[in-house]
């Protein structure tokens, strides 16, 4: 069974830095791009950028260059997100979603990230 | 950028109703659209890919069509589960892609 599990609730304060991550299992980790998207409360889906576990190619929209940085670790299956300094702004749920021939067809559960002082 | 713009943002609907939804494109993508549907606290469900193609596991009801810049997502005979919030994704730029807006479907 494909699985996309992501990392809990986290709670910063602006400035803060923080990684979230999403570990795949139950198909072959390096042979599927995983896509982040961001959701802020109330409001419609994001495409944020995407990453190939297999060579690390990494793409981001345009609005997220240079705002977040995607990584992955293939040796654990595992995609990641990161902030070096949190905004109020980054105040959002965030899924990953496996995306395969031009589909997104699993996704993570959400991680909440809350930023405030 | 290829813009994604979705019609009507909202709409409500009877339980049996007939219902479709609008995903025009700032630029011709091909057949290179997907829907999704988000219910309230969960993450998105793929349900239609390229078009017209039904997701595995996907009923029957949902159906889509379109392809260049206009794209629709129809339900037919709508059931009580079917209320939630769809999102049209066009995949023409994957792996780089970008989502409508949303429209909200609710309970008349």
């Known amino acids: 069974e494909v699985q996309l599990v992501q990392s809990g609730v986290e709670v910063r304060k602006p400035g803060e830095s923080l990684k979230i991550s999403c570990k795949g299992s139950g198909y072959s980790f390096t042979t599927y791009w995983v896509a982040w998207v961001r959701q802020m409360p109330g409001k419609g889906l994001e495409w944020m950028g995407i990453i190939y576990p297999g060579d690390s190619d990494t793409r981001y929209s345009p609005s997220f260059q240079g705002q977040v940085t995607i990584s992955a670790d293939k040796s654990i299956n595992t995609a990641y997100l990161q902030w070096s300094s949190l905004k109020a702004s980054d105040t959002a749920m965030y899924y990953c979603?496996?995306?395969?021939?031009?589909?997104?067809?699993?996704w993570g559960q959400g991680t909440l990230v809350t930023v405030s002082s | 950028d290829i813009q994604m713009t979705q019609s009507p943002s909202s709409l409500s609907a009877s339980v049996g109703d007939r219902v479709t939804i609008t995903c025009r494109a700032s630029?011709?993508?091909?057949?290179?659209l997907n829907w999704y549907q988000q219910k309230p606290g969960k993450a998105p469900k793929l349900l239609i890919y390229a078009a017209s193609n039904l997701q595995s596991g996907v009923p029957s009801r949902f159906s889509g069509s379109g392809s260049g810049t206009d794209f629709t997502l129809t339900i037919n005979s709508l059931q009580p589960e079917d209320f939630a919030t769809y999102y049209c994704q066009q995949s023409y730029t994957t792996p780089l892609c970008s989502f409508g807006q949303g429209t909200k479907l609710d309970i008349k």
């Open positions: 979603a496996r995306h395969s021939n031009a589909k997104s067809d699993y």
């Open positions: 630029q011709s993508i091909n057949r290179n």
